[in-house]
């Protein structure tokens, strides 16, 4: 393997295979030297696994969690963009606002809980807000330095055209603040993911992070806990390398070029 | 002895163009942190219709915020601009301002940059000018091409065929290959003349490079340091295609050195 410039087609896959491979065998034969009774091995994780697929919770709870994280990150998407481009491209605005917002955005979404429960009750709305909350800052905030941060020639290029405000914002202001956008997204979502399994602990009854907190509480089966652990990493993963497809489209890619 | 040669020549060739555009006592001072910097002092200048101009001037004189305050930009703090007889008052598709080849669009392929201000025009009106321009700026070929697949050059020509596409009367160059490396500007330099003399825009071009205003102007307006004044207006009475070598081309040369005030020995 070469420490830099391109891997082979097959390393990109072997190596990273190879590295879980010894990461389960460790696990394994840790579980076996330290004879634990609580801490399960990876057979008993697959067993438990199998038990959710087969009680139908797997692709049931997945759902649930993936349902929670695109209505709350969608709303959040759909309010904080135009929240953001407004924001950027009104500094007056950004004066008044943005410090109400950087005060609000190092609370964690996960101390929210409380008032979410007390404004939307113990249930399914209580958990979307606070995703919409968690995502819903990091993609104003990205929105809004992205139109700070466009180059003032692309406007006056812009305007020179004879372009009317509402056509430089959709023309200029939107194409040119994309690939920052994007990847406020990327973390918004990343963030999302995180407190969905917080929420589902606490407001509802399905959902990955209650399976963790469930599978605990009742009769104390790490086999699920470690399983649901497994399919949050794994659903993540998933969702993160969607994300990064994005970033390949061809009207975004020079934001993601270091040579430009 | 060389404001002789200058105002000689100035005055046997006369101008016999028709006005396009016309600075009045221009001003600018600029507020920062609290004490004034006056940038642009009384500038006073006449551009003829279809005419090369070269705003010469040392980095940072404010050559750069003359050409701003032509194209409606910036309002002047003093003094107005005329423009056809009409004040200067905000940026006008009938004068396009080119910007170094970063004010190309980079999420736009070269034939989406160059029908940017085409919006207008019918869908196959807009393919048409598209490809008159991208031939004349040589770039068949890489019409799907976006920016950063092109060179500094290509860049370049996109922004001057996405100027030229929307049929300005004007345009305005802010020191356009001035990132370009030396063998591309001059490749540049011929092939702006090519188009001008195609074209019959009048051009105001700001440059700090002395052999680049003399290979391109009718008239070198040279400016001083800040607050810029106009130091001299030198005509450069060699038809094209300029021979650089040439005694007159050299003597005009030697003259504008003289006149910054460099000698020009290295």
Same mark, same amino acid.
Request: proline fraction near 5%; glycine fraction near 8%.
């Given at each position: ?19 879980? @491979? !010894?990461?389960?065998?460790?696990? $394994? ?15 008993? !994780?697959?067993?438990? /696994? ?9 692709? $049931? ?8 994280? @695109?209505?709350?990150?969608? =709303? =959040?998407?759909?309010? +904080? ?21 950087? /005060? ?35 993609? !104003?905030?990205?929105?809004?330095? @992205? ?5 003032? /020639? ?29 990847? +406020? ?11 969905? !399994?917080?929420?589902?602990?606490? =407001?509802?009854?399905? +959902? ?10 009742? +009769? ?6 470690? =399983?649901? /652990? ?5 659903? @993540? ?24 | 002895?060389? &404001? ?13 163009? *028709? ?9 600018? %001072? ?9 940038? #642009? ?9 279809? &005419? ?35 004040? %200067? ?20 392929? %070269? ?6 201000? #085409? ?35 290509? *860049? ?18 802010? &020191? ?16 702006? #003349? ?10 105001? #071009? ?61």
């Amino acid at each position: 393997m070469r420490a830099m410039g391109q891997a082979q087609k097959w390393e990109r896959y072997i190596w990273p295979l190879l590295t879980a @491979g !010894v990461f389960l065998v460790l696990w $394994h034969f840790s579980v076996k030297w330290t004879a634990t009774k609580v801490f399960p091995s990876p057979l008993d !994780v697959e067993r438990g /696994m199998a038990e959710l697929v087969r009680k139908g919770l797997l692709y $049931h709870y997945v759902v649930d969690s993936l349902r929670r994280v @695109g209505v709350g990150f969608f =709303a =959040a998407v759909v309010l +904080g963009i135009p929240s953001g481009l407004l924001l950027g491209w009104y500094p007056g605005w950004a004066f008044v606002v943005n410090p109400v917002i950087q /005060m609000l955005r190092p609370i964690s979404p996960i101390a929210w809980i409380p008032v979410s429960i007390v404004w939307f009750g113990v249930g399914e709305v209580a958990a979307i807000y606070l995703i919409f909350l968690a995502s819903f800052f990091p993609i !104003v905030v990205a929105s809004m330095n @992205g139109v700070r941060n466009i180059p003032s /020639m692309y406007r006056r290029a812009g305007r020179n055209f004879g372009l009317s405000s509402a056509q430089l914002i959709v023309k200029v202001v939107f194409p040119a603040v994309l690939p920052q956008v994007i990847v +406020g997204l990327r973390i918004a979502l990343g963030i999302a993911w995180l407190v969905v !399994v917080a929420a589902e602990m606490i =407001a509802v009854d399905s +959902g990955l992070g209650y399976l963790v907190i469930d599978s605990r509480n009742s +009769g104390k089966r790490y086999d699920l806990v470690v =399983a649901a /652990m497994i399919l949050i990493g794994l659903t @993540g993963l998933a969702l993160d390398t969607g994300f990064r497809r994005l970033e390949k489209l061809r009207s975004v890619r020079w934001g993601f070029l270091n040579d430009f | 002895m060389i &404001e002789a040669i200058f105002t000689e020549r100035a005055v046997k060739k006369g101008r016999a163009l *028709k006005t396009k555009l016309r600075a009045e006592g221009v001003n600018m %001072v600029f507020n920062g942190d609290g004490h004034k910097v006056q940038v #642009l002092q009384h500038i006073d200048l006449e551009v003829g219709d279809g &005419e090369f101009v070269c705003l010469l001037g040392p980095s940072g004189c404010g050559k750069s915020t003359m050409l701003n305050i032509i194209a409606g930009f910036i309002s002047p703090t003093g003094g107005q601009v005329w423009i056809d007889d009409e004040a %200067v008052r905000c940026p006008d598709p009938r004068r396009i301002f080119v910007f170094q080849e970063r004010g190309v669009f980079p999420w736009l392929t %070269v034939e989406g940059n160059i029908g940017f201000g #085409l919006f207008r025009l019918s869908k196959q009106e807009r393919a048409q000018r598209i490809a008159h321009y991208i031939q004349l700026v040589g770039l068949q070929g890489f019409e799907k091409a976006y920016p950063q697949e092109l060179s500094g050059g290509m *860049k370049q020509r996109v922004e001057v065929a996405r100027a030229l596409a929307v049929n300005p009367d004007m345009l305005f160059l802010d &020191e356009p290959f001035g990132a370009l490396d030396s063998i591309t500007r001059l490749i540049m330099r011929r092939e702006l #003349l090519r188009i001008w003399e195609a074209e019959r825009k009048t051009v105001i #071009l700001v440059t700090h490079d002395i052999e680049e205003s003399i290979q391109l102007a009718d008239r070198v307006v040279i400016m001083s340091t800040r607050p810029a004044k106009i130091q001299q207006i030198v005509e450069i009475d060699i038809p094209h295609p300029r021979d650089i070598s040439s005694p007159r081309y050299l003597e005009l040369r030697d003259g504008i050195f003289e006149q910054i005030g460099l000698a020009h020995k290295v």
